[in-house]
């Protein structure tokens, strides 16, 4: 692209960021890698940029026309900070933006769901993307993750729910398009992977990749709260507990064709990406 304006990516070396990067490279954007750290991040331009330092907003949107969004991480109220910024941005001739959000909070909900309210009355291009449950979760750091290695169980209050697993790699397919393409989506996008699939369904997939038994355990609402709250606040481990008792009641059990609509390709499935990331 000839464009001389750059993408500011926050978040540039998380799950979605990182990978957004690297898409955005691939087309011969020119990208401001933001975080906290000014992580460099090869073939970006590394910059300073945390949610709760509003000096380090002005520098990383100079020279910026669009941003993909993600917000503060493990903050019930991020709207409290984000809105601010989305003032400054677009102050600053920033477009277009798109906000990573999360297939179970609507517009007006609660947490990023404030932020996706506002967001069409600030900039003329904008997308939500509201990505279903992370492939991701069950990989690194996380708490399913941690649970699979350390006593081959995955915890949950979901019940026999099902869920359309999305692999973050299909998440930054469709963000790129969404900060790229000529017309901006403007409207909030519904990302799952290509089958909704319990976490029973998942456990018994990882042990037939694995080889290690990995069994679902089920919680209630009230013992999955709990385990939160002993790491995280109780509004937020509150909320992420409901989540859980929501899919329990079917509210992930769907799949869309957002990610093959918008990229040209078929989203990846939970057993292809076990096998790539996993195994």
């Given at each position: 692209?000839?464009?001389p304006?750059?993408?500011?990516v926050?978040?540039?070396?998380?799950?979605?960021?990182r990978?957004?990067t690297?898409?955005?490279?691939?087309e011969?954007?020119?990208?401001?890698?933001?975080?906290?750290?000014?992580?460099?991040?090869?073939?970006?331009?590394a910059?300073r940029?945390?949610?709760?330092?509003?000096?380090?907003?002005?520098?990383?949107?100079?020279?910026?026309?669009?941003?993909y969004?993600?917000?503060?991480?493990?903050?019930?109220?991020?709207?409290?900070?984000m809105?601010?910024?989305?003032?400054?941005?677009?102050?600053?001739?920033v477009?277009?933006?798109?906000l990573l959000g999360?297939?179970?909070?609507?517009?007006?909900?609660?947490?990023?769901g404030?932020?996706?309210?506002?967001?069409p009355?600030l900039?003329?291009?904008?997308?939500?993307?509201?990505?279903?449950?992370?492939m991701?979760?069950?990989?690194?750091?996380?708490?399913h993750a941690?649970?699979?290695?350390?006593?081959?169980?995955?915890?949950?209050?979901?019940?026999?729910g099902r869920?359309?697993?999305?692999?973050?790699?299909?998440?930054?397919?469709?963000?790129?398009?969404?900060l790229?393409?000529?017309?901006?989506?403007?409207?909030?996008?519904?990302?799952?992977?290509?089958?909704?699939?319990?976490?029973?369904?998942?456990?018994?997939?990882?042990?037939?990749?694995?080889?290690?038994?990995v069994?679902?355990?089920?919680?209630?609402?009230?013992?999955?709260?709990?385990?939160?709250?002993?790491?995280i606040?109780?509004?937020?481990?509150?909320?992420?507990?409901?989540?859980?008792?929501?899919?329990?009641?079917?509210?992930?059990?769907?799949t869309?064709?957002?990610?093959?609509?918008?990229?040209?390709?078929?989203?990846?499935t939970?057993?292809?990406?076990a096998?790539?990331?996993i195994?």
């Open positions: 692209m000839s464009d304006h750059a993408t500011l926050i978040g540039a070396t998380g799950t979605t960021g990978r957004v690297a898409g955005l490279l691939a011969g954007r020119h990208v401001k890698a933001g975080g906290r750290t000014a992580a460099p991040v090869d073939g970006a331009q910059v940029f945390d949610w709760n330092e509003p000096a380090t907003w002005g520098e990383a949107l100079r020279g910026v026309d669009r941003v969004l993600v917000p503060p991480v493990g903050s019930t109220e991020p709207a409290a900070v809105l601010p910024f989305l003032h400054e941005a677009r102050a600053a001739r477009r277009r933006a798109v999360a297939s179970a909070i609507p517009a007006g909900g609660p947490a990023v404030q932020v996706h309210q506002a967001l009355g900039f003329d291009e904008w997308a939500v993307l509201r990505p279903s449950w992370f991701q979760n069950f990989t690194g750091s996380t708490p941690r649970g699979i290695r350390e006593g081959g169980t995955i915890s949950t209050a979901s019940g026999a869920i359309g697993f999305v692999d973050a790699q299909d998440i930054a397919a469709v963000a790129v398009r969404a790229l393409d000529e017309k901006a989506p403007d409207t909030d996008l519904i990302l799952t992977g290509p089958q909704t699939l319990s976490h029973d369904v998942v456990a018994a997939i990882l042990t037939g990749i694995t080889g290690r038994t069994v679902h355990r089920h919680l209630t609402f009230e013992q999955l709260r709990d385990r939160w709250a002993a790491e606040p109780l509004e937020f481990a509150t909320m992420l507990a409901a989540m859980d008792r929501a899919i329990a009641d079917g509210a992930e059990d769907r869309t064709d957002t990610v093959e609509r918008l990229t040209g390709r078929p989203p990846g939970f057993r292809a990406f096998e790539r990331e195994a």
